[in-house]
């Protein structure tokens, strides 16, 4: 099977290129003695996470009880989950898991942490609970290190807790200021007796700057697999460094000026990037997907010298990978124009 | 089964609200000798189209194969695919649906009908195809009336096609324009001895007045059965005419003015609506969900006197219901508080 084969709209993923990308992101981890623990949000694909594994990352990251049990399900034996888990239902797929796998996950308030306390409560097998830091990326995450030594007082005094350190996200450009936040954590923490273990700290732009926040002992990345039309926006990465395609077609050219895609959000979604349009089609750079309705990519082609027929088939660099793994069922993975596998996205469409 | 029991995030239609909107559309078409066709996007299951049916639609609409395949296994007898059909894999799966519903389809160039009129080539069961007309919304579509003419007169001259009509989508706001055009190019197409049989138009917003294009003989209204935040915020329906609600906990309160929900753009879909922010909460109509991350919904409490607890669960009207019915495998459809039942999403993620 190869490129011609598949039917459009598809999402292709250049294997060649995911590797190149997994190893960059390992040996920076490692020249700088950072671990690395990807989070599998943006390829939703165990068969990738266990070649993340083998590069040497010492675990993953999942946002959803749900990735987290697909990716347990593909052999996946370590895995973060940086979330508030709330409720009943929730918390008995969470002890569930525990059984699994090497499991930790984060709290940010003490209403998260009587839930774990009275679900967990086995001294020999703890759970190990992170503080969650907001060092100003403004969403979840305690305001201050007093907060976090509050939390971290609750989680050890919980027989079937453990603290297992602090996490943030970082904001953006923001690695000073977080780490000027985690260091006076740390400091007020070791003067408590509570010295937290792991430092982790996430997000792909900043990525290959992560060891500026010298007290960081890992790093989250997880876009970096294939890399996007944002990253490249924020100077993460080219072209060439782009992994992910959405395989499109133009289905109508209703005047010289205009090409109509069969790509719509439900294919590229509606995330902007920073840069015009929902996309970057690689074969006509000059083009402008200036807007998606569902179904259909709306193309400006004033710019552009050559221009597409209608039946031709183009490659769009989407906006935001992470969202376009999600949409579709299945990957193809090509190595160039032929197609490896047709992987089913396992992970894909997990919300709780 | 009872609202307390569904894990969140989660998809939730109101089965009395849908009664409702399905009701008015169907007696405003009757009222006004307009035929009622359905655009099943925007709840993609089964057994509302048959709901439809059932009221007095005479078939439905669906923009992509794979979802016409899965309404026809659904039971669906009568499908109008109002997009541009091309290359060999789709039209195989086109003749295997034209054998099993009374299909038709449209075409906005020659090379579409090129296609069409190679696979489909039994006189005695022609495929019928509804030329598509840009009126003005500058999507798909022929720019002239004499454009229109001459895909007409290769449908006719193809012993395996019909020519069906004029299909168009008119801009919102754009009714006069519409009607405008259409009636030129019926003129037109009369004078030369083919009277298209349908005119066919869409869209939600404007349903209401679609009587206004009088050419029109059939209309295609999709949003109508749930309604969204785009919708209001175009003037058509208020709160309690939306049947579609995302169900979603608040997992942190990290400052007095700061809630971070459960449903991010995986559940809510980061289209805009014309209004502020990314979905409305029904319970606190003063919050603002100013940003969304794929697993975090970021609240801004400033204007609410009463404010959620950690915990606490909501009901958010969607932006734009259409995407957020394609992002969840299963819809609880609910009889106030009470699951009737949890109905799989089978036309969901049918991208090709």
């Not at 995911?18 to 623990?37: I, M, P, T």
């Not at 260091?183 to 070791?190: D, E, F, M, R, S």
């Not at 876009?223 to 395989?247: F, P, S």
Request: aromatic share 4%; glycine share 8%.
């Amino acid at each position: 099977m190869d490129i011609t084969d598949i039917d459009t709209p598809a999402l292709l993923i250049d294997l060649d290129i995911v590797a190149r990308n997994l190893k960059a992101a390992q040996d920076y981890a490692d020249a700088h003695g950072l671990r690395l623990r990807p989070h599998v949000k943006t390829h939703k694909l165990p068969r990738f996470a266990r070649e993340q594994m083998a590069l040497g990352a010492v675990g993953i990251t999942c946002q959803k009880l749900g990735e987290a049990e697909a990716m347990a399900d593909g052999g996946i034996s370590d895995i973060f989950l940086p979330y508030n888990i709330l409720g009943p239902r929730k918390l008995d797929r969470l002890a569930a898991l525990h059984d699994r796998v090497t499991l930790s996950v984060t709290a940010d308030s003490a209403v998260t942490l009587q839930g774990y306390a009275a679900r967990f409560t086995d001294a020999a097998h703890p759970l190990p609970v992170l503080v969650e830091c907001d060092t100003g990326a403004k969403r979840c995450g305690v305001q201050t290190a007093d907060e976090a030594l509050a939390l971290a007082r609750i989680i050890a005094a919980a027989p079937g807790l453990r603290f297992g350190g602090l996490m943030a996200y970082p904001p953006r450009g923001g690695l000073a200021q977080t780490q000027d936040w985690l260091a006076g954590a740390i400091a007020l923490l070791t003067r408590n007796n509570l010295p937290p273990e792991v430092i982790s700290i996430g997000g792909t732009p900043d990525m290959a700057r992560a060891a500026e926040i010298t007290c960081a002992t890992e790093q989250r990345p997880g876009t970096y697999i294939y890399n996007d039309r944002m990253q490249m926006a924020w100077g993460h990465g080219t072209v060439a460094d782009c992994a992910q395609t959405v395989l499109a077609t133009v289905v109508s050219r209703p005047t010289p000026d205009r090409a109509i895609l069969d790509a719509g959000s439900k294919a590229l979604a509606a995330d902007l990037a920073g840069a015009p349009g929902h996309g970057l089609i690689v074969e006509y750079p000059q083009a402008v997907i200036h807007a998606l309705s569902e179904e259909h990519g709306h193309v400006d082609l004033s710019a552009c010298t050559a221009r597409p027929e209608i039946g031709e088939v183009v490659h769009v660099i989407p906006n935001h990978a992470c969202v376009v793994s999600n949409l579709f069922d299945e990957a193809h993975l090509m190595r160039g124009d032929k197609v490896e596998e047709v992987a089913r996205i396992t992970s894909r469409g997990k919300l709780t």
